[in-house]
């Protein structure tokens, strides 16, 4: 049975940066495309950026198209959502996801979720 936890998450201002990480344990997710969401107070959790299995390709949201940039260490079975520019509005828990399939990881409907982790922009 395989989890996923975050880290990296806390407070910061308007204009800093923050690098948040997603572990998986307990199997290997080499071959799995994984991706981060984010659930702002008050709203549902929404798509934020995709790696796919390999690598090869990403994909954002339009919000953080420019600022976010997501990477993956298959050999740390790792993925990274490096943030730059952080707005008020990028507040939120940030989750992370997996699955052998991008489409249901874009769809919000993976086999594996992280607890989240919260992050807080001030401005």
Do not use: H
Not at 67 to 94: C, H, I, W
């Amino acid at each position: 049975q395989g989890q996923l936890a975050e880290s990296g998450g806390g407070l910061v201002q308007a204009g800093d940066s923050l690098r948040l990480s997603c572990v998986a344990s307990g199997r290997r997710f080499f071959n799995y495309a994984m991706g981060w969401f984010r659930q702002r107070p008050g709203k549902e959790r929404t798509f934020v950026a995709a790696i796919t299995w390999n690598g090869a390709d990403t994909y954002y949201a339009d919000s953080v198209k420019g600022r976010f940039a997501v990477s993956r260490d298959s050999a740390k079975n790792t993925m990274y959502l490096q943030m730059n520019s952080l707005k008020p509005e990028d507040t939120g828990v940030y989750y992370c996801a997996a699955d052998e399939r991008t489409r249901d990881v874009f769809l919000g409907t993976p086999d594996y979720w992280g607890q989240g982790i919260q992050v807080t922009v001030s401005s």
